[in-house]
């Protein structure tokens, strides 16, 4: 185990074992602790609810460089991008309460949720949303807890998808780079989770389409933005389960 780790206290953007629930909490008695966790899941439910008109709004200008609010007709996924924000939203109000970190998580899962839908649909990341998304949650995680993981982070996870990209460029783009300089501003060290979850998700899409084509595969691309999405989302609420799970297979 590394030595960074060792005595290293559960940090709240890696929730153990129990998922979406804080049984207790130091400061309040446990009964009105879950009171507060759940009245912070509705708000954050509520939010997420009033934040998916915008997302997908974003989500259908941003990679045509068309003005970002401008008005867009109503988009046969709007009701998935505002579940997926709202669950996502009322998650990150439960887990992490009435706190700044609430907020960081949240904005940082909304992203992910407009990434996902523009790379599915269009390949592409758009620049408008990832590099403000970046440097907006970079600059919170600082402010809520002051320190250099959260930049190292980023430029780490970052530089690894940069270099695999100069190794096989065909396969991945800078769109995919960027995103994961931006799960490593929100992620910190458990971007190393993330990243990991994200790919061997996109293994197995991969591994069906090389049985079924063979090397015909290598011309079906599928977008990694969506798995990395998914592996920073996992990693936001269980990195330290994940993390203490694979510990223990070395012990």
């Keep these: 185990m590394p030595p960074q780790f060792e005595g290293r206290p559960s940090p709240t953007r890696g929730i ?6 804080r049984v207790c909490r130091k400061a309040s008695p446990i009964g009105e602790s879950n009171v507060v966790d759940v009245a912070a899941g509705l708000v954050g439910l509520v939010v997420g609810i009033l934040v998916g008109p915008l997302a997908d709004r974003l989500a259908t200008n941003a990679p045509r460089h068309d003005p970002l609010l401008a008005s867009v007709p109503r988009s046969p996924r709007l009701l998935l991008v505002t579940a997926g924000t709202a669950v996502l939203g009322g998650a ?6 009435f706190s700044l970190e609430a907020a960081i998580a949240a904005i ?34 600082t402010i809520d807890d002051p320190s250099v993981e959260w930049i190292i ?9 940069f270099l695999i990209v100069l190794v096989y460029p065909s396969g991945l783009g800078m769109g995919d ?23 061997f998700v996109a293994f197995v899409p991969a591994l069906v389409l090389f049985v ?31 993390f203490d799970w694979y510990r223990t297979l070395g012990m």
């Design 16 to 21: 153990a074992p129990a998922p979406f629930l």
């Design 92 to 97: 990150c109000g439960l887990v992490y309460g």
């Design 108 to 141: 940082f899962c909304w992203v992910l949720v407009i990434v996902t839908r523009s790379d599915f649909e269009t390949r592409l990341i758009p620049d408008k949303i990832i590099l403000p998304g970046a440097v907006l949650v970079l600059g919170l995680r």
């Design 153 to 161: 982070s980023a430029l780490g996870a970052g530089l690894v998808l």
């Design 177 to 199: 780079v960027k995103l994961s300089a931006f799960l490593g501003a929100g992620l910190g060290i458990w971007v190393i989770v993330g990243m990991f979850v994200g790919f």
């Design 212 to 242: 079924r084509h063979g090397r015909e595969a290598r011309k079906k691309a599928i977008p990694l933005g969506p798995f990395l999405a998914l592996g920073g989302v996992i990693a936001l609420f269980w990195g330290d389960a994940i």
